[in-house]
């Protein structure tokens, strides 16, 4: 499950906005709307590669965010 709050925080961090972030991973704007709101399908590996392209992350950071696990 993907952790949407860092996500977020990691694209207000470096000044962007979901829609500069779809435009460069070349996701349609209301599917990456769709996918961050958990109505529509996951990422798939080869979006959550493009996104921590576009944002630069570290191994760490990736990890935080596309490989989370929430226990209830």
Known sequence: ?????????????LGLN????????DIDRSTMYRKLSGKGDGFTIKEADRICKALNLSKEDAVAIFFTQYVA
């Open 1 to 13: 499950m993907v952790n949407i709050n860092k996500l977020r925080g990691k694209v207000v961090e």
């Open 18 to 25: 979901i829609e500069s972030l779809a435009e460069r991973v």
